[in-house]
């Protein structure tokens, strides 16, 4: 007898994957594996769930619908386990976290080793991308990005807060001196961040409590804040950073603070989750971690 629920799981990674080739890297087993367990499916279900060729790979009408109640089949599952599991005090499963890259590679992946390592009945797969993930779409547990989410169909809870900074290096300091003003950055090299075809060229500041913006002409932008951080530090314009980002930059004298006397936009990293009735006890032991050890971190407390 088929074990269906193994089936959905199959099915599901291969879903995300897109092809079979990549659900057998997933999954640790050869292409030829999954290619027989996909056809005993479809000969099972009496219906075609994949449209494959050597340069294609899409799902049927039918194989999207199977997937739609997968996905919701598969959580349930998780949920229902995970309630049990917590019962016994023993966090367990799959944790899937999206973050953006800079902020994944310098502030997460240590955190997540660390969690894993106290948690070690829980796996967490950690994705870093500067495109924008989604909660939902990417089928992820948990995305954490800096400020709140436009999408009110999800749960968001803070993690950490800190000031915005606009910085640039000693070599631009020597080579195009700094702005004395906000108003003088119009005449500066601004390096800006693109999100979604937006380029973030509104640095938003505070002159005494009044919000005030400064709409600045980026000499160069990307989607990467890496790029934007290696842009500042060797000396090809300024930059509006975070504080985390940047405080190790501050210290050793690699960037140096521009319009310290000013009051930059705050930004605040936050966790988004899918609304559940049900949150599984490792989601919620994951987002106390992260917030204890960033908040220990970098402010201390």
């Known amino acids: 007898m088929p074990d269906e629920i193994s089936d959905l799981r199959f099915f599901c990674i291969l879903a995300a994957a897109g092809s079979i080739a ?39 009408a039918e194989g999207q619908r199977l997937h739609e109640h997968a996905v919701r089949i598969m959580q349930e599952v998780e949920e229902a386990e995970a309630e049990l599991t917590a019962r016994a005090g023993i966090p367990r499963g799959l944790l899937r976290v999206g973050v953006p890259s800079e902020i994944g590679r310098k502030m997460l992946a240590g955190v997540v080793a660390a969690f894993v390592e106290q948690y070690p009945e829980v796996t967490v797969q950690l994705t870093l991308s500067d495109a924008g993930l989604d909660v939902i779409d ?83 932008a990307t989607s990467s804040s890496e790029v934007v951080h290696d842009w500042a530090v060797s000396g090809r314009g300024i930059a509006l950073k975070v504080l985390w980002d940047i405080a190790d930059d501050l210290k050793c004298g690699r ?30 032991l994951f987002l106390d971690f992260v917030r204890k050890e960033l908040r220990q971190a970098y402010f201390g407390t």
């Open 255 to 284: 960037l140096i603070e521009c319009l310290s006397t000013y009051r930059w936009e705050d930004v605040t990293l936050c966790a988004v989750y899918p609304s559940r009735t049900h949150l599984p006890s490792r989601t919620r």
């Open 138 to 220: 990417d089928g992820l547990d948990i995305a954490i990005r800096p400020g709140m989410p436009p999408d009110q169909e999800v749960m968001t809870t803070s993690l950490i807060n800190s000031r915005r900074v606009v910085c640039a290096s000693p070599e631009y300091r020597d080579r195009k001196g700094l702005p004395a003003t906000p108003h003088d950055l119009l005449k500066h090299d601004c390096i800006c961040l693109i999100r979604r075809q937006r380029i973030f060229n509104e640095w938003v500041y505070f002159d005494g409590k009044t919000r005030k913006e400064v709409h600045v002409t980026p000499r160069l």
């Open 22 to 60: 990549g659900c057998a890297r997933a999954m640790g087993l050869s292409p030829a594996a999954m290619s027989r367990r996909l056809s005993t499916m479809e000969a099972r279900l009496g219906t075609r769930l994949v449209t494959r060729t050597s340069r294609h790979f899409a799902l049927t």
